[in-house]
């Protein structure tokens, strides 16, 4: 089976076993409840804050894709993700996040809310789709969203696959005004003179580092230095996945004053990030 001899490593051979049928049985359905979830509106976007950990005031937000089958319930996006990006069909779910995304924040704006930024996640799908920033134009034309307002958020991966297409559709995106940012920095193995060669404003600081500094000094070594990393190549730094209170001290402390985590807010559907939002507004006063 493909799938699996891949995973496996070259020049290994495979017998066929039942768990591998099902396996790619399973994988058949999913493409097939993704394309009619598509049509009949089972996919969702939800928003996670981000925040200025001092302040503790709205800076932007996250869009989370989520898929709610009817059949098998809610499917995390670790899981459809993968499938989607083999079967192409990531090309419209992502074009349908950004037309989500953007619109959502243009909602919030036009009830005049503060402005913020939204962050859309990109595969390296659909970074080597020809037709992406034209995707993109049709979805900021389509709500009459400012380029200004919209983050893209790539991983290390994203940039190793195809490497000059990407730099120019990233300077292109740069052109449109749009912000740059970096996702899982710290766990992909690209040098910080390769990475200083890419047009990034962003490094969001992987939740790894942020979850090790539970684990004493070691950890807070690594995230130390990965903050003095990020700082050194003079970018905006964003921690991810701060759950407690005693990480956000660690991170104000070493000058990383942007995060977004559990502690101050789960993915939400966009009205419950509106009244967050607007509840985070009020208290501020
Ligand atoms: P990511 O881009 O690194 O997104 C952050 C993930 O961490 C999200 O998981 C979020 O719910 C979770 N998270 C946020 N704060 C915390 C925290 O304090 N603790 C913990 N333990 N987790 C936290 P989610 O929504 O399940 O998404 C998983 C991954 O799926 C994303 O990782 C991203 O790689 C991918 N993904 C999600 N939506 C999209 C999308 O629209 N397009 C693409 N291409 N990928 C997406
Ligand atoms: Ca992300
Ligand atoms: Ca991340």
């Given at each position: ?17 039942p768990s ?147 730099l120019a ?15 899982d920095f ?100």
């Amino acid at each position: 089976m493909l799938f699996r001899s891949k995973e496996g490593g070259r020049n290994r051979f495979e017998f066929f076993d039942p768990s591998m049928g099902s396996q790619l049985h399973e994988r058949f359905r999913m493409e097939e409840s993704m394309r009619r979830g598509l049509a009949k509106g089972a996919f969702h976007v939800h928003f996670q804050p981000q925040i200025d950990a001092r302040t503790h005031t709205v800076l932007g937000m996250e869009a989370l894709l989520r898929w709610d089958d009817p059949e098998m319930g809610s499917i995390a996006p670790t899981r459809f993700i993968p499938v989607a990006e083999e079967t192409g069909l990531i090309l419209e779910l992502g074009e349908f996040v950004f037309r989500e995304a953007l619109g959502f924040n243009q909602s919030l704006q036009t009830e005049g809310l503060p402005q913020i930024r939204v962050a859309v996640n990109l595969s390296s799908v659909q970074m080597l789709d020809p037709r992406l920033i034209e995707r993109i134009e049709n979805c900021l034309a389509l709500t009459g969203a400012d380029p200004h307002f919209l983050e893209v958020e790539v991983t290390e991966s994203v940039l190793l696959e195809g490497s000059d297409k990407t730099l120019a559709t990233l300077l292109r995106m740069k052109e449109l005004g749009i912000t740059l940012a970096l996702d899982d920095f710290g766990t992909g193995y690209s040098s910080l003179s390769y990475l200083h060669h890419f047009p990034f404003d962003i490094l969001k600081i992987d939740q790894s580092f942020i979850q090790a500094l539970s684990s004493a000094v070691p950890g807070r070594n690594l995230a130390s230095t990965i903050i003095a990393m990020g700082k050194s190549l003079g970018m905006e730094l964003v921690a991810e996945g701060v759950e407690h209170l005693e990480q956000a001290h660690f991170l104000l402390a070493n000058g990383c004053n942007k995060a977004q985590g559990f502690l101050y807010g789960y993915p939400m559907s966009p009205e419950d990030f509106r009244a967050f939002f607007r509840l985070k507004l009020e208290t501020d006063q």
